[in-house]
């Protein structure tokens, strides 16, 4: 999220004026009910859509939506110090730990029983504080995969990317279709004489070096981890892990078939989003978020689905997901609770069907009628099926940035600094690993707790 002047929004002090919990029933004789959510305009209407289902279901209720798109951490920041929080939404992973250890969001644990829907779920879809303290879930399951330009894999004459784990490519074939894939402006391959880099038409491949779940997966996969089991000993600087950066650096540097800093921006800073990096075929594979499907759909690319290469078994792909909670100072908790486990319903929110969001209850990837009920339909391709719904649930490992304590302030004191050196290219990915991971070792606090149900 941008860091904006928030005087210049002039937002945040309409949205305090009306953010209190439980202000007592409204005009109509009504139980008021406050959700802050951030999010697309397409999101705003389909949450907009999934409260007015909830008023219907719930007569009596009605429910205040707290759009807020911009500067979303900073805002509710600021509701928590003032005590008005809302009554349910979003929350920032990392932030939720936080907001539980102060107290701030009400335990969900005592409910598990009465919504079975929530005793359901993926077992890393829950936020654990505590021995039997919930604090909330993951809103969504989104997984890290490979997507592909059609047309330019047509082009080149390659097989599309394998659309299973057990297909997956290799690291050696990514790079050697993604040779095929990179050309100049002449038409010329990063292998053929004459090849110029500097004037490159498309891509072979783009994945972040600073955007941790699109190297995470990498990682795991080549055995290797962020942290050891207690989280008090950064592992970055073990073999596993420097080959992951060194290969990721090499694609740019020595291959020439991944963008570097910089080569993708349209105007100033601002990177194209996948669905138009495809689209134009300015790269031909990127590897991005289940979240970009409903942009895909939108702009009418012509896309496919393939599943990240393997270094070795198990292979993996990374989970990434914002939280949901209800706030601990509301004033009606049992229509704050129901509202909670209604808004991540996929009977009852379209974003599911629309490709923005996956579940997190099992039987949406286990069940084939439950399956069927939110990717049979024109918004997933085929191959969603072995792509997606079989390889998050055979091989999605949680990112480490939502588990490990004070995450967020290693991150930018320590790791995104090392890895935009990683990607300047201007060091070796060990030399500037085996600098970097004695301090972040030093911060090391451990993991998040954890409970199984």
């Known amino acids: 999220m941008k860091r904006r002047d928030l005087l210049k929004m002039g937002g945040l002090a309409a949205l305090g004026a009306t953010a209190a919990c439980g202000g007592g029933a409204d005009t109509a004789g009504k ?35 707290l759009f807020t798109p911009d500067e979303y951490d900073v805002k509710l920041n600021t509701l928590v110090a003032g005590n008005r929080m809302p009554d349910v939404g979003y929350v920032p992973m990392a932030m939720s730990f936080r907001l539980a250890e102060q107290g701030k969001l009400l335990n969900l644990f005592p409910y598990l029983k009465k919504y079975p829907q929530l005793a359901g779920y993926l077992p890393d879809a829950y936020l654990w504080s505590g021995q039997d303290r919930l604090h909330g879930v993951a809103t969504a399951n989104e997984i890290e995969l490979l997507w592909y330009s059609r047309p330019a894999v047509a082009e080149a004459g390659i097989a599309p990317p394998p659309a299973d784990a057990a297909s997956a490519w290799t690291w050696d074939q990514l790079v050697q279709n993604a040779y095929k ?9 990063p292998d053929q004489p004459g090849f110029d880099p500097k004037r490159i038409r498309r891509f072979g491949v783009s994945c972040s070096l600073t955007y941790a779940p699109a190297w995470y997966g990498f990682l795991r996969g080549n055995g290797g981890d962020f942290a050891d089991e207690a989280g008090r000993r950064c592992l970055l600087d073990t073999p596993e892990a420097i080959e992951v950066f060194q290969n990721l650096q090499d694609l740019v540097y020595e291959h020439r078939v991944a963008p570097g800093p910089g080569q993708l921006a349209a105007t100033g800073d601002e990177v194209p989003g996948t669905s138009i990096l495809l689209k134009t075929r300015r790269v031909a594979m990127v590897v991005d978020g289940h979240w970009s499907l409903l942009d895909m759909n939108e702009s009418k690319a012509d896309y496919g689905i393939g599943v990240l290469p393997k270094y070795a078994e198990p292979y993996t792909t990374t989970q990434v997901a914002g939280a949901s909670a209800v706030f601990a100072g509301t004033k009606h908790v049992e229509e704050a609770v129901e509202l909670f486990a209604f808004h991540i319903d996929p009977r009852y929110v379209d974003l599911y069907a629309k490709g923005l ?16 009920s939110w990717t049979r339909n024109d918004s997933h391709p085929p191959e969603f099926r072995t792509a997606v719904v079989d390889y998050a649930r055979e091989h999605g490992v949680p990112a480490f940035g939502n588990r490990v304590k004070d995450m967020t302030t290693i991150s930018s004191d320590l790791l995104t600094p090392a ?11 060990a030399e500037v ?4 991971t004695p301090k972040i070792t030093s911060r090391l606090r451990g993991w998040q707790h954890t409970q199984g149900l």
């Open 419 to 429: 890895l935009q050196e990683i990607e300047s290219g201007k060091r070796p990915a």
């Open 357 to 372: 969001w996956m579940p997190q209850e099992r039987k949406y990837y286990e069940d084939q009628a439950a399956i069927d």
């Open 433 to 436: 690993l085996r600098e970097v």
């Open 181 to 189: 894939l990179t050309v100049d402006q002449s038409g010329r391959h």
């Open 31 to 65: 139980v008021p009910l406050q959700f802050m959510y951030w999010g697309s305009t397409f999101e705003q209407k389909a949450i907009a859509k999934m409260l007015q289902a909830f008023e219907r279901k719930r007569a009596g209720v009605r429910v205040t939506p």
